[in-house]
């Protein structure tokens, strides 16, 4: 049985890469989101189309992906991010990017119509406009967050991939459950796994409160 | 635009922050890490030199093929052949003994197969080569799974192919998990089984055999043929687990107040 101490760092790790992964992913899916969603072109439909059918990558073909490119062999490999934390957050990273931008295009799309025409009249830029959107409506944004967020901590096989599952550096919440179930400590299992379903609680609470008070 | 311009920074900061290295990658295999000595070994080093090891358990086979393709800067497995071929082509630079233990045969308490009271490896190889009897394999190239296809070979027995036989492809952990479940018979090396803490209805049934000792060596990349790698601190590395600290600690490394790996003298 591993000692809490371990445990604990796991859940650590989890955190931060997860975080982080989807703090990257939220600018981004903003980022991208907003622009697919006011404009026409060309590509449009084809592009929102990837994202949508990118939204179920199994997290190993994402993990096996960035294994890829990241290996010594492949096209970054000189950058060493192999067996690193950051190879985890970008593995996660193309996991919820896709949804979390599909979801933010739906949104705007519904949305930006509306607003836009109210705002302009104020003088508003585009800019303003998309942090109007975002600082008015919260909850919606919030809720896309914790999707993403929810998503990215408990997927196995990208981070376990890329990240090598070692001890005190890369292995999150899952390669631990993973490990620790394969050596026969079921009950370390049954306790990553509660902290994770108490976790996504705790958020899903916090949201709601957030939805009440918009 | 500045978004974009806020993102690329993040971006290049990650990646100017990763260009020293600070630590060595060991490829190896999931029986030494499941037993937990790996988490140990890259503990103590790091106490006692400052110097980060990163040990990513996969399997021998795959270890072998990540060092060959420099995806690590030290090689730790147990496939003695493999280990040598692996110095013979240029991608280790001097292979050295640095640990070993055994295999065992395990199965259900009852030993339906009967191998318990055989002297003969071979004979127990040929009563488990048996449709009646379940036996699961690890398939997946690692250093049990190789010895298993040769105890098969050695016996003059085929590989069976009939649904008796069931592979895996997975850890050795995993492959006990399986064979608990499905009350068979499997190879294992003693380090794992020991630290193993779900082992149910199963026994050793066949052990102590001169065909089961299990050999590891350690083999640091060659600089030559990857010049990235980071050999000074894997040589110091490699020195303290034959002749440090590291030697004492897996000698002394115990489950269930088991000594799981001998070193040499």
Known sequence: MPETSKIIEAIIISLHVSFIATLFAFSLSIFFGYLIATRQFFAKKYIVSILGSLTSIPPVCAGLIVYLIISRQGPLGWMQLLYTPTAMIIAQFIIIFPIMTTLIINYIEQEYPQVKEELISYGASQKDIVMLMIINQKSIYLTIVLIGFGRAISEYGAAAIVGGSIDHITRNMTAMIALETAKGNILVGVTLGATLIILSLLMSFGINYFRKND | ?265
């Open chain 2, 1 to 265: 635009m500045s978004f974009l311009k806020l993102i690329s920074t993040f971006f290049i900061f990650f990646s100017i922050s990763l260009q020293a290295r600070d630590y060595i990658i060991v490829q190896s295999t999931t029986s030494t890490a499941n037993t937990g000595l790996l988490d140990i070994l890259s503990e103590r080093f790091f106490i006692q030199t400052g110097i980060e090891v990163r040990a990513v358990a996969v399997g021998t086979g795959t270890a072998i093929a990540n060092a060959k393709k420099g995806d690590g800067d030290i090689l730790i497995v147990h496939s003695k052949l493999d280990e040598l071929n692996f110095i013979e082509e240029g991608f280790g630079v001097e292979r050295f003994d640095l640990m070993y233990n055994d295999f065992i045969i395990v199965g259900p308490k009852n030993d339906p197969a009967n191998i318990s009271n055989k002297k003969d490896i071979a004979d127990v190889m040929k009563q488990l080569a048996s449709s009646k009897y379940k036996f699961i394999s690890r398939d997946d190239n690692s250093g049990t799974h190789k010895k298993e296809l040769l105890l098969w070979k050695t016996a003059g027995l085929q590989v069976p192919k009939d649904n008796s036989y069931l592979k895996t492809g997975s850890s050795m952990a995993n492959a006990i998990n399986v064979a608990v479940e499905m009350q068979a018979y499997l190879l294992t090396d003693r380090g794992t089984w020991i630290s193993f803490k779900n082992k149910n209805n199963l026994k050793i049934l066949f052990e102590k055999n001169e065909s089961l000792f299990n050999p590891y060596g350690v083999i640091a990349i060659n600089p030559k043929k990857f010049p990235h790698v980071e050999y000074q601190k894997s040589k110091k590395f490699i020195n303290w687990l034959l002749k440090g600290e590291g030697k004492q600690l897996i000698s002394n490394y115990k489950v269930d107040n088991q000594q799981l790996f001998f070193t040499y003298n």
